[in-house]
């Protein structure tokens, strides 16, 4: 099934220019093309349309995948009484000791917080079985660091969720979306522009695609 995912302002990266009110024509795992709306819908009326508010990008890859996911353990929503609802790292975690399996429930809640993030994939290697488990689950893609990187990615400071904390949207964007070529991948933000998503962050995400499946839906 044909869809088109529309949105006020789609920036499919490399370079090429922004698209006001356009779309991406989603072909099951492909991106079909990319354009403006009227124009896509035009030419293929029988595409479902899903229509976003804001700005539609090729998503980002988090360089602290490893640290947030192997080095940092996200509650369950049941522990908040007793753990909190932040990561725990340093002392908090050493006192905790994930078991294997522990560590895995942890990185699937990591996982659907970085899916909520706009985050479509994340810088490796991870080494925990349970962790690598999760992330293939949930459709994230791993990244080799930089050289030299010593298998941290280039993860500087502490590891938060939001991609862009301290970052610019160009220096952790994904591959760009190219008619055609590799996957439908992208995440759509509330917000007008790449301007006003450096200022507000990631967390300003409203749905995120991976492969033409939506993972991630505000609510």
Same mark, same amino acid.
């Given at each position: 099934?044909?869809?088109?995912?529309?949105?006020?302002?789609?920036?499919?990266?490399?370079?090429?220019?922004?698209?006001?009110?356009?779309?991406?024509?989603?072909?099951?795992?492909?991106?079909?093309?990319?354009? +403006?709306?009227?124009?896509?819908?035009?030419?293929? +009326?029988?595409?479902?349309?899903?229509?976003?508010?804001?700005?539609?990008?090729?998503?980002?890859?988090?360089?602290?995948?490893?640290?947030?996911?192997?080095?940092?353990?996200?509650?369950?929503?049941?522990?908040?009484?007793?753990?909190?609802?932040?990561?725990?790292?340093?002392?908090?975690?050493?006192?905790?000791?994930?078991?294997?399996?522990?560590?895995?429930?942890?990185?699937?809640?990591?996982?659907?917080?970085?899916?909520?993030?706009?985050?479509?994939?994340?810088?490796?290697?991870?080494?925990?079985?349970?962790?690598?488990?999760?992330?293939?689950?949930?459709?994230?893609?791993?990244? +080799?660091? +930089?050289?030299?990187?010593?298998?941290?990615?280039?993860?500087?400071?502490?590891?938060?969720?939001?991609?862009?904390?301290?970052?610019?949207?160009?220096?952790?964007?994904?591959?760009?979306?190219?008619?055609?070529?590799?996957?439908?991948?992208?995440?759509?933000?509330?917000?007008?522009?790449?301007?006003?998503?450096?200022?507000?962050?990631?967390?300003?995400?409203?749905?995120?695609?991976?492969?033409?499946?939506?993972?991630?839906?505000?609510?």
């Amino acid at each position: 099934m044909l869809t088109l995912h529309a949105a006020d302002l789609v920036v499919p990266g490399g370079g090429r220019p922004a698209v006001p009110d356009g779309a991406v024509l989603v072909d099951g795992r492909v991106p079909a093309a990319v354009g +403006p709306y009227a124009t896509l819908a035009a030419a293929h +009326p029988a595409a479902r349309t899903r229509r976003w508010p804001g700005l539609l990008t090729p998503g980002f890859v988090h360089p602290c995948g490893a640290a947030l996911l192997e080095r940092a353990y996200h509650p369950d929503p049941r522990e908040a009484d007793e753990l909190g609802t932040a990561p725990l790292t340093g002392d908090a975690l050493a006192a905790l000791a994930p078991t294997e399996a522990r560590w895995g429930a942890s990185a699937r809640r990591g996982a659907q917080r970085l899916l909520a993030h706009g985050v479509v994939a994340v810088t490796g290697p991870l080494r925990r079985p349970a962790v690598v488990d999760a992330v293939r689950r949930a459709g994230l893609g791993v990244l +080799p660091g +930089p050289a030299g990187s010593g298998g941290t990615g280039d993860c500087a400071g502490p590891a938060v969720l939001d991609p862009l904390a301290g970052r610019s949207p160009a220096a952790v964007a994904a591959p760009p979306l190219v008619a055609g070529q590799g996957t439908a991948t992208f995440a759509v933000f509330d917000v007008p522009d790449e301007a006003a998503l450096a200022v507000r962050g990631a967390g300003t995400c409203v749905a995120t695609v991976l492969a033409g499946r939506l993972v991630h839906r505000r609510r």
